[in-house]
């Protein structure tokens, strides 16, 4: 896999636990909340897994995997 997969699911990842303020705000009063945060996320991942599976069903199969001698 091409290194910038991993680094795009990091990228959906963080964006998405900012999301998580949401949760925090209801006990911590004050704790900053980026709403955005969660819609970017979960779309940002959601491409990932698009990505990630394409790539996944386009690969080469490795050199003597599945053939017989």
Do not use: C
């Not at 998580?20 to 970017?40: E, R």
């Not at 790539?55 to 080469?60: D, G, P, S, V, Y």
Request: overall charge neutral; hydrophobic content about 60%.
């Amino acid at each position: 896999m091409p290194a910038w997969v991993g680094w795009l699911g990091l990228l959906a990842t963080a964006l998405y636990l900012v999301n998580q303020g949401d949760i925090l705000s209801t006990a911590v009063s004050g704790f900053p909340v980026w709403d955005l945060g969660g819609l970017l996320g979960s779309y940002l991942w959601a491409i990932w897994l698009l990505v990630l599976g394409v790539l996944l069903l386009l690969r080469r199969p490795a050199v003597g995997v599945g053939t017989e001698r």
